[in-house]
């Protein structure tokens, strides 16, 4: 059976998750089916979707309709080759699992928004409609997932016995490197509303990633940093590297774990165990409101030993890269910006902030889908997203660049000053949206209609979003307005 063959066979499970939800149930039909494999939607390669006749999507909804993070770029990939063609380039067929909960107003938004997509790109859906998971009912997103496989089931081939096969995600496009770490310097820490916010450079010497575009990102793949022997406490000595190499110990686990954890429990606690394993609106008040990770949960059910290592681990997150915009400083050297509030550390924020000079890191790396032909360039971005513009400043030198970059405070989480963007072509506006309590769309609108010869004719920039996806569309009315007719973005959101 050659390649192509064995592809035809075989259906990609694609899924966006912002929780991992969506990557648990990913997960689960491999477990379960022998002609299936899983993917992060942001990780499949649009020129490979034609090769599978049938494809499986399982995404959630995040913020205000929008993709998680791990899907938006897919997304805004899709949205931007419907822009720019009227052909239907895509033949496959598909069907779509959208989690959400019933009570937000975006209700599986993203999931039927993506379905809407796929169609009008010439894909077939395999059903009428796309199927909802409502985390509001009685088993929440379980009772949506089994009437899903049930509605396709003659799409999957059912293993003879269950097996827990080695999970991996195909992964086209890229590229792996031994990074060097040269830095990782605190640039800002301040405090608003009772939180605290920081932010950090990462300095990186890759010397064979010669092939670097701007938009390029980095995938690093976080550890955990919980001391290993807090696992030899609970887990059979042959199973603690495995389970410490490979699955994500600061995560919420899943529902299901509380089934096998029940021959685990003390018998004093067995029956509540029990209650929450029946009762998914018990586990949502226990773990998820708290936030309680796998340790929390043993602690409190006086569990000392778990017997059944493989089944616990069906129901953990595994460890998945988590990918960086990144800037291109001189040859062999680059420069990731990461922030996050303190008070959220989870596994890739505790890993990266303990990174120090002389570590070695296993990257991996994924090539920009941006195009730069034009000679002018006009970005909006906020935050870290300041990331690409930078990086675009520093890569083409003499095209006129046009830069509206968006932060809280002039004083305290700027990142302009570690930036090249200072030649007669580059120009850039900072937005203080609480200080000047001004966005950069509006600050845009705003120097536009007071001085249209900036933007002479719009047709000859290309117009270049990142942030999150809410600037996205936020610029695209801003540019509607202004120019009386859509206008083709670019978009690096999340």
Avoid at 166 to 193: C, G
Avoid at 318 to 333: A, D, E, N, T
Wanted: with cysteine; glycine share 4%.
């Amino acid at each position: 059976m050659t390649d192509s063959d064995v592809k035809r066979t075989m259906i990609p499970v694609l899924y966006a998750s912002q929780t991992g939800n969506s990557e648990y149930l990913a997960r689960n039909m491999l477990t379960k089916y022998s002609n299936v494999f899983v993917s992060e939607l942001d990780q499949f390669d649009l020129l490979q979707l034609n090769k599978y006749p049938f494809i499986v999507f399982i995404v959630s909804t995040h913020g205000e309709g929008d993709p998680p993070f791990n899907g938006t770029s897919f997304y805004d990939h899709l949205s931007g080759l419907a822009e720019i063609t009227k052909k239907k380039p895509f033949d496959f067929t598909f069907c779509c699992l959208a989690l959400g909960d019933s009570s937000y107003r975006h209700f599986c938004k993203f999931g039927m928004d993506l379905s809407k997509l796929l169609v009008s790109l010439g894909c077939k859906m395999n059903c009428d409609s796309v199927h909802c998971a409502d985390q509001m009912d009685e088993h929440g997103f379980y009772d949506g997932f089994n009437n899903f496989i049930e509605k396709h089931r003659n799409q999957f081939v059912e293993r003879v016995e269950i097996t827990l096969p080695k999970y991996k995600d195909e992964k086209p496009d890229k590229n792996n490197f031994q990074a060097t770490v040269i830095s990782n310097n605190l640039l800002y820490e301040y405090t608003e509303t009772g939180k605290n916010y920081v932010a950090y450079e990462l300095l990186l010497e890759i010397p064979e990633y010669t092939t670097f575009k701007p938009g390029d990102c980095i995938g690093i793949l976080p550890k955990n940093t919980i001391s290993k022997e807090t696992l030899f406490k609970y887990v059979l000595s042959k199973d603690v590297d495995h389970f410490y190499d490979h699955f994500d110990l600061y995560s919420m686990p899943h529902w299901k774990l509380f089934n096998s954890l029940i021959s685990d429990g003390d018998k004093i606690y067995q029956d509540k165990i029990a209650e929450i394993a029946a009762d998914y609106d018990l586990y949502l008040d226990y773990v998820i409101e708290n936030r309680k990770n796998l340790f929390d949960i043993l602690d409190d059910l006086r569990i000392t030993q778990i017997t059944n290592t493989p089944e616990i681990t069906q129901h953990i997150n595994q460890i998945s890269p988590r990918y960086f915009s990144v800037s291109k400083l001189s040859s062999g050297y680059f420069s990731i910006l990461y922030n996050f509030p303190v008070d959220k550390l989870g596994l890739a924020t505790q890993y990266m902030k303990e990174l120090k000079s002389t570590n070695l890191l296993q990257i991996t790396t994924t090539k920009s889908r941006l195009f730069f032909d034009n000679q002018k360039l006009l970005f909006f971005c906020t935050g870290t997203g300041f990331t690409l513009p930078r990086s675009a400043a520093e890569f083409f030198p003499n095209k006129e660049i046009l830069v509206y970059y968006g932060h809280r405070h002039h004083n305290q989480d700027c990142l302009f000053k570690l930036s090249s963007i200072s030649s007669n072509h580059h120009r850039i506006t900072c937005v203080a949206s609480r200080d000047d309590n001004l966005y950069v769309q509006d600050k845009f609108y705003n120097d536009i209609t007071q001085s249209p010869e900036m933007i002479s004719n719009i047709d000859e920039w290309l117009i270049f979003v990142s942030g999150n996806t809410r600037l996205n569309k936020e610029v695209r009315k801003v540019l509607l307005k202004l120019f009386k007719k859509s206008v083709p973005i670019q978009s690096e959101t999340w």
